[in-house]
């Protein structure tokens, strides 16, 4: 089936998430919608798939011109959307979240299970997925829900199919099999729309990119084309993909971590005997697939995770044991992956957030009493130096972009006299302009003599910013490497095969 | 010895604490005989009466005591055998514990009197009809993903305007639909403030609660209590024996012959767990509490499931309500739900959001209530009050984690706001 | 590329000045007036429709329409007329000291409410939902009881003292107790404090009929508290007003310190809009959880001890009467901010104390005060509605 989007605009009050936008998909098509965080590509897919209204603007499907006013409705015209973030019921077994909302029945209202696993090893057969229709959705690794979710998309026959970020929760290797699952779907005839930043994907797979910035198309191009021209297309500007970065300067061994372990409230292991050690003036990057076990060892290493046994010295002080203040206290400054739910409190003004860890401190309190003069000048100056771009130290944080709230957390952690600098995932969701920034301040961090330990997903984002590479697979480090290891070989450890 | 499993030995340290109990309540033993009847009293039973009947047994009190505190040792013993070799231990188990636990304190409790069984669980089984009818509605709004703190709300409006309309009409049935439309309207009003005006789901619960007693007072003392042979002299639902069934001993006059609303409630409690559990109605109302987005992405009308589930959810709390009065030929009172509402949540949260359970659940706390009653015609000692607290504390015990971790339907309480 | 996104998002430099001036002009800050003149509305169609002169003129409407107007105006009117005479000012006394015993009245009974909804409004604000305040009430109460009949050791004030701070402490444990059950099981707080006001209600039920019973009393509850463990009067023994209501403006002062410039109450807030950022922030969570059902309790204990040791100087089974319910609606009408709850405070007291009057003179039943209540409540939590009665416009926010 032929797709196209006619003049589509989309606003959420006074912004506007997507203007005019055009974009037509042949059948048996992959077709690229290239873009940054916050380009308006998933705001355009939720138009497609019904979930928004747009303001403007129009749908044909083989030229027809569609109206969707929900989900139902989309999906009965054929189109299916692999959501990023997955649309499964953790509770309900695969079953039962790919029959939900076509469930086949008997008697007129009574579940078909029978048919329903049926129709699960039916698909999942086609594609090789070994999917267990009684599996509980919540206990399978994240690789096989995304697979549930191919699945849930393609029980209603979808002749158009969404990918919305697919890749971002997967292993180079479970990469690789989506993106052969992708062009054998192309090849049976479906018309593809990938959604993605990741210009790597793009020059794989698309036979077609649209490039979209602030909600507008900026262009058509070719995969041909070379990345740094894509890439500067999608920013706007001439992007310079490479951190810029002096050669370390090692100074003494200072943050070392030997034979942490820890269990989940589930009895797993999480983190599994994880030792290394980091000099000053060193970026040690944990590489590894989201949810091998790096959250719970930045958790550890902050004190949140208390029962963890084996030993994390700062400078030859243990952490481990001591609650989160304690471990603050000793010089470590931490910049949380999700700045939203762990980094800051959104209603609180950036005044404050800026002194959320320091509230019942001197000189911030006398006594009891906020010392509320000094805040203002505090924030006025933090505010200034790290370029947040607001009116006022009084707007509150959760009215500020993406990229300034992390400037807010980085300000904080920064502000604070360090030891040892920890960030998990620091430039996740954030526009390029904003992650040349907070990898500039990384990379300041280090070179004033800090050691510093990144959390990081994307492969790209390990190889610049670390001067040495660790990688986490279910819990353990399979290899420390130099950054200079070549992709491949990274890609295969973060599978869990040792070199 | 193989690691032990954090909680594997919850269960026979409670059991241990409990079986002290029962040794201290077996060395305080009086000295006197307890009769214990099983079958019901012959004047009481419906006209076709029971199969056959069990002979009284007359026993020491004492010795039963001593019995009943061996029994508990033996399944105390047999719980931490399993624990420490690593087996599961059969939930029987404790559920038998149980059973014998009561049933040693009871027989002290009855000393020198006549412990009816059947009047001790036909007793319970009134008490917990409204229980479980509030567990239901409950069950079908928080599943759906409406935190429902206003079941006593629901409760007393069915129970008002179920006398009132069933004495203005002079039909029970009749009554029995008003109560319906009556908790169905108190339910809607908390989907409509939760959903379209996205009110904290706990406030307007509570302040549904309180308005409905305002408004039931205020008509009551207006116009309902000057003029109680035309509002408020409700006729009875007439009770029947259900064939057959009813001449089952002990069963039979305990849950067979019974008023209309509570063979209505079996019907409602299998009912409900069909619905919920095999139907295609009930996945897609569990997937909107669960994850209400997920439901959406796939076409589900996420607010109308929940309006819909939480109305019928309001319906069935009418009923429950509708038998405090019709359900018993008793005439509306003030505030005569007197926090029934609240135990109903407490069961619901005991049965851990399943049906069911919460009807097993409904009647323990039935039965707790139904102790006090019976222990003050026989001239007990133990002051009541504590027996009417025990729902509350085995709550408090129950969330505090005592049992395991209690989860709810994820989505309940969070409002879901559709962009 | 990204300065333009960011003009789009970021707000306007609000001041404090123009951030009222634009609450006033959307209407914002005239939901919670409007809100308490649409319950009153309400409450008026109930009065009209229970009125038997009113029913008794419908039958002829048609015929006669005048009659029955007249007979909604002369209920309604004569109800709320009144309500202000039992709460504001009674024009009909003889003079003006008895007049203004209302006045004193509705001071009176908005102590205890206030100050329980000073509680609410801590736990609102940090996040919790302490719906227990019937049962700090009562517990607090009780320990207060406990230290006026059965330790007359010390002197005169000191007695006093040491019984409110009992009743004070009494409140603190069992609404800490709470605190402590989320911080170290994860028990939800809402259904442990509902629990727990029926175990309070049972318990003090219990002891009223044994130990606490007074010796001769045919009712549970207490002997009479001592003179010097009592409130001492404000304004001479006609009239109610005691030396709790100065409690309560001390408490009104001191909760908005707490809240908006110490560091304690940085922390609540901070626990209250986003606990896992405030865990990584070095807040000691379990503590701050304790610490603020222990705030929320003591408050509400305290406004028990108004109610022993100043109006009612006895312990019954009504000690707590409809206060856990009334705080929660104090909270919400005065938005959780210490100058709100106390001007809420006030309405409530208010009409408890002219329900009384209209209940003795006009016949209308003191519950037409929990309906007018929570419509008030409801028409708070939801300001569209209210705009939709009015004809309002709507928010910006719904706008958008």
Redesign the interface.
């Known amino acids: 089936m032929k797709l196209e989007l006619r003049s589509i605009t989309k606003r959420f009050g006074s912004l506007v998430a997507n203007e005019n936008v055009s974009l037509t998909v042949q059948p048996g098509e992959i077709h690229c919608l290239l873009g940054e965080n916050g380009a308006g590509k998933s705001t355009l897919m939720n138009v497609l798939y019904g979930l928004y209204q747009a303001d403007g603007g129009e749908i044909l499907l083989d030229d027809k011109v569609v109206k969707f006013s929900g989900p139902g409705d989309a999906m009965a015209a054929g189109i299916g959307m692999v959501h990023q973030h997955f649309m499964l019921i953790p509770v309900f077994t695969v079953a039962e979240n790919v029959i939900l909302g076509h469930e086949p029945t008997k008697f007129g209202g009574v579940l078909d299970m029978a048919a329903a696993r049926a129709k699960v090893r039916e698909i999942s057969d086609q594609f090789g997925f070994d999917l267990d229709p009684d599996a509980i959705v919540g206990d399978l690794p994240v690789g096989v829900q995304q697979r549930v979710e191919i699945v849930k998309a393609l029980i209603s026959n979808a002749q158009i199919l969404v990918f919305d970020e697919p890749t971002a929760v997967l292993t180079p290797q479970e990469t690789d099999e989506l993106m052969a699952i992708m062009k054998a779907l192309r090849d049976r005839g479906t018309a593809i729309v990938f959604i993605t930043h990741k210009l790597r994907e793009v020059k794989e797979v698309a036979d077609k990119i649209t490039v979209l910035r602030l909600g507008k198309v900026v262009g058509e191009a070719s995969p041909d084309e070379s990345a740094s021209d894509l890439a500067s297309m999608m920013v706007g500007r001439a992007v310079d993909l490479e951190i810029s970065k002096s050669p370390a300067k090692l100074g003494d061994l200072s943050f070392v971590v030997s034979g942490l372990s820890a269990v989940s409230h589930s009895g797993t292991k999480v983190l599994d005997d994880v030792s290394f050690e980091i000099h000053q003036g060193e970026i040690l990057v944990i590489a590894g697939v989201q949810g091998n076990g790096q959250t719970e060892l930045t958790e550890a290493i902050l004190g949140l995770m208390p029962k963890a046994t084996g030993s994390i010295k700062l400078n030859g002080q243990e952490l481990l044991g001591r609650p989160v203040k304690q471990v603050l206290d000793l010089g470590v400054g931490f910049v949380p992956e999700d700045r939203t739910d762990d980094g800051l409190v959104a209603d609180f003004t950036i005044a404050e957030n800026l002194i959320l860890d320091r509230a019942d401190r001197k000189p911030f309190v006398k006594g009891l009493n906020l010392q509320l003069k000094y805040l203002r000048e505090f924030a006025t100056k933090l505010v200034k130096e790290f370029d947040v771009r607001t009116q006022s130290i009084d707007t509150k944080a959760g009215k500020l972009s993406g990229g300034n709230q992390q400037k807010v957390v980085l300000a904080r952690e920064l502000s604070r006299e360090l030891k040892l600098l920890v960030a998990s995932q620091p430039t996740r969701g954030l526009d390029v302009g904003s992650i040349e920034f907070v990898h500039e301040q990384i990379v300041n961090t280090r070179n004033s003599g800090l050691p510093v330990l990144i959390v990081a997903t994307e492969l790209d984002e390990a190889v610049q910013l670390g001067d040495r590479i660790a990688v986490m697979y279910r819990g353990k480090i399979v290899g420390i490497v130099p950054s200079t290891t070549p992709r491949e070989v990274l890609g295969q450890m973060m599978a869990g095969i040792t070199a | 010895m193989k690691t032990l499993?954090r909680g594997a030995i919850r269960v026979p340290i409670i059991l241990s604490v409990l079986t002290l109990i029962t040794l201290w309540v077996a060395a305080i033993a009086p000295g006197g005989e307890t009769t214990i009847q099983i079958n019901s009293n012959a004047t009481a039973t419906g006209a076709a009466g029971e199969a056959f009947r069990f002979a009284n047994i007359i026993t020491s009190t004492a010795f039963s005591a001593w019995l009943t505190f061996g029994l508990t040792l033996l399944a105390t013993a047999l719980a931490w055998w399993f624990a420490l070799t690593g087996r599961v231990a059969s939930r029987w188990l404790s559920i038998g514990f149980g059973v014998v636990f009561v049933f040693n304190i009871l027989i002290s409790l009855f000393n020198g009197q006549t412990m009816t069984i059947t009047a001790l669980l036909h007793g319970s089984l009134s008490l917990a009809v409204p229980l479980i009818f509030g567990s239901l509605a409950g069950v079908l709004s928080e599943r759906v993903g409406l935190v429902n703190?206003a079941i006593e709300g629901q409760l007393l409006a069915g129970a008002f305007v179920s006398a009132m309309v069933a004495t203005l009409v002079q039909n029970p049935w009749v009554g029995l639909i008003g109560a319906m439309v009556a908790g169905a309207f108190v339910s809607w009003l908390l989907a409509v403030?939760a959903i379209r005006?996205v009110?904290?789901q706990?406030?307007?619960g509570?302040?549904?609660n309180?308005?409905v007693?305002?408004?039931t007072?205020?008509?009551f003392?207006?116009?309902m209590s000057a003029n109680s042979q035309v509002f408020n002299a409700p006729p009875r639902l007439p009770s029947f024996d259900v064939p057959g069934l009813a001449q089952i001993p002990v069963i039979g006059p305990v849950f067979f012959s019974q008023t209309p609303i509570v063979y209505l409630m079996y019907v409602a409690v299998i009912g409900v767990w069909f619905a919920l559990y095999?139907?295609?109605?009930g996945?897609?109302l569990?997937?909107v509490g669960?994850?209400p987005?997920?439901?959406?992405?796939?076409?589900?009308?996420v607010y109308a499931t929940r309006y819909r589930s939480v109305m019928i959810g309001g319906a069935l709390a009418g009923l429950g309500g509708a038998f405090f009065t019709i359900g018993q030929s008793l005439a509306f009172g003030k505030e005569m739900t007197n926090?029934a509402g609240?135990i109903a949540?407490?069961a619901l949260?005991f049965g851990r959001w399943n049906p069911i359970y919460a009807a097993f659940a409904g009647l323990l706390f039935g039965f707790a209530e139904n102790l006090q009653y019976s222990l003050s015609t026989v001239g007990s000692h133990v002051?009541s009050?504590?027996l009417?607290?025990l729902p509350?504390?085995l709550?408090?015990v129950l969330?505090?984690?005592l049992v395991g971790?209690v989860t709810g339907p994820?989505a309940a309480g969070k409002a879901y706001i559709k962009? | 590329m990204s300065d333009k996104m960011k003009t789009q998002k970021t707000e306007a430099p609000v001041g404090r000045f123009s951030g009222l001036a634009r609450e006033l002009f959307t209407g914002n800050a005239l939901i919670p007036v409007l809100a308490v003149l649409a319950s009153f509305l309400v409450g008026g169609i109930l009065i009209a429709l229970s009125n038997e002169n009113v029913q008794a003129t419908a039958g002829y409407f048609f015929a006669r329409p005048g009659d029955m107007l007249s007979a909604i105006w002369q209920s309604v009117f004569g109800a709320y007329d009144a309500l202000f005479r039992g709460s504001i000012y009674n024009y009909h006394a003889d003079n003006f000291g008895d007049g203004i015993l209302s006045l004193t009245q509705t001071l009176a009974y908005s102590t205890p409410i206030t100050i329980a909804g000073l509680g609410l409004a801590v736990a609102f604000r940090s996040g919790l939902f302490n719906i227990g305040g019937t049962g700090q009430i009562i517990v607090g109460a009780v320990g207060s009881t406990i230290i006026a009949l059965y330790v007359p050791i010390w002197p005169g004030p000191l007695h006093f003292l040491v019984a409110v701070l009992a009743g004070i402490l009494g409140g603190a444990l069992f609404g800490g107790f709470v605190g402590f059950l989320k911080a170290t099981t994860g028990a939800n707080e809402v259904i442990v404090t509902i629990m727990f006001n029926y175990i309070a209600v049972y318990l003090l039920h219990y002891s009223l009929t044994s130990w606490l019973k007074a010796p001769l009393a045919s009712n549970p509850q207490s002997s009479p508290i001592p003179q010097d463990a009592l409130y001492p009067s404000l304004a001479g023994p006609d009239y109610p007003l005691h030396l709790g209501f100065i409690v309560m403006l001390l408490a009104v002062a001191a909760v908005w310190w707490l809240m908006n410039r110490s560091s304690v109450g940085f922390h609540f807030r901070a626990l209250g809009h986003n606990p896992s950022a405030s865990k990584v922030a070095g807040v000691n969570i379990g503590r701050t959880y304790f610490l603020v059902m222990a705030v929320s309790g003591a408050l509400a204990g305290l406004a028990g001890t108004s109610q022993i040791l100043g109006t009612e100087k006895y312990l019954g089974t009504g000690v707590a009467a409809t206060y856990g319910f009334d705080a929660i609606t104090v909270a919400l009408l005065g938005r959780s901010n210490p100058v709100g709850v106390l001007a809420a405070g006030i309405l409530f007291g208010g009409l408890r104390a002219g329900a009384v009057t209209m209940q003795a003179n006009q016949n209308v039943p003191i519950d037409i005060v929990y309906v007018v209540q929570s419509m008030i409540v409801l028409f708070i939590a939801a300001p569209p509605l209210v705009r939709s009665i009015f004809f309002m416009p709507k928010s910006k926010e719904a706008r958008a």
Do not use: C, H, Q
Not at chain 2, 278 to 281: D, L
Not at chain 2, 293 to 301: C, N, Q, R, W
């Open positions: 499993k703190i403030f005006y009110v904290d706990i406030i307007i509570v302040v549904l309180v308005l007693i305002g408004l007072n205020f008509m003392s207006t116009f095999k139907t295609r109605w996945l897609r569990r997937a669960e994850y987005k997920a439901a959406d992405t796939v076409g589900i009308k926090g609240y949540l407490a949260i002051p009050d504590f009417l607290m509350y504390v709550t408090v969330v505090a984690g971790k994820a962009s």
